[in-house]
């Protein structure tokens, strides 16, 4: 196994239990007797954990290094999943919402960050395809847990065997990991305790949150968009997150030879106008399969943007990389950890289908700022990348 295949291996594991946990949120909701928005404000505490993570551990991270910081973070955010469905009450469960949030911010800096470092010594884009194994990841625990509910698999015994899996086969990889040797133009300065984003890096975390808030919104809340507006068949529920993450995966699998061709904004701005169409799709959906295509253009829209703003923020030499990454991280990850929740209140309070008319405006308001892309130097370098034509 390459280096950098080590480091894919660190997404596609958190992503399989993360992804086995939100496909059975619509009987963790039955289970705790939850209402909408009482379930938002669990995904808000999962959020808070996030945004600790993604705040205070960069230090940590940088003394611990890739391989033991791998262990500790998927292993500790792939247990905490598996307990939460083991709570006897949603009160009880707060905390492991938030404590699975910390591993799962962390997690995030630690892959970002080593798969930069190995896009310097290749030489070409896998940032991408890094997060492509995320999706790939969510796609397939997806559908797995489709054809779990619908064969009424309980989520205890759902998530404890994802659980089994991960520990077994990231014990194998993550053995293996080595830290990659810094960008010879990285910053010198010291990574400090707390890191927040600057003004300069604003624009990027709007790129970045966008496509993450819609993606939030499919994973989150398809299945109980699909059962609420159409009453489908569990199965058919679950294949809305699957359809999703596969179309995402797609996306990001393939996208890095993409942007290598025509740089990161044209391509930035083709997939935010993609996404928009896939939400307005959804939105407006008179029949399920309508819903699925919608939430398969999503996807799409979705897949390479945020890995685009990433390498950006990574690239850029004002600050220490994990300093850049871990504020962009910060921004971003609240809005895909805190947009469903206050989408979950916007559903209570208004429809469902109203709370993904609410992602449109956001996703105009990114395609405003793309510019911010237009520096991104290319992998390697600390130059910007050559105008191509875009014929």
Known sequence: MKPHHRIFFIQFAVALSLGAFVSRLPDLQVKFSLTEGELGLLLAVLSSGVLCGLTFSVRFIERLGARATAFVTVFGASLFFALIPWMPSALLAVPLFFIAGVFTGAFEINANIETDRHEALLGYRIMSRAHGMWSLGFCITALVAAGMRQAAVS?????????????????IVFSGIENAPRRQDAHPGDTPIIAFPTLGLLPLCLVAAAPLLAEGASVDWSAIYMRDV?????????????IFSSFIAIGRLGMDPVIDRFNP?????????????????????????????GFGLTGIGCSSVYPLAISAAARRTD????????????????VFFAGPPLLGFVAEHFGIR???????????????????????PAP????????QPHG
Not at 319 to 334: D, H, I, S
Not at 381 to 386: A, C, D, I, N, V
């Open 354 to 376: 109203f709370s993904y008319w609410a992602v449109v405006p956001v996703l105009a308001a990114a395609l405003l700022v793309t510019r911010a892309l237009a520096a991104d």
């Open 230 to 242: 159409f009453a489908v068949e569990p199965f058919v529920g679950g294949l809305s997150v699957a």
């Open 380 to 387: 390697g370098t600390g130059q910007p990348e050559p105008a």
């Open 319 to 334: 600050r220490p990389a994990p300093v850049n990454v871990a504020a962009l991280g910060q921004t971003t990850f609240l």
């Open 155 to 171: 989520i205890e015994l759902h998530t404890f065997i994802v659980l089994v899996t991960v520990l077994i086969a990231g014990s």
């Open 265 to 293: 904004r044209p391509v930035a701005i083709t997939l935010l106008g993609i996404a928009a169409i896939g939400v307005v799709m959804v939105a407006t959906a008179t029949h399920p399969a309508i819903a699925l295509a």
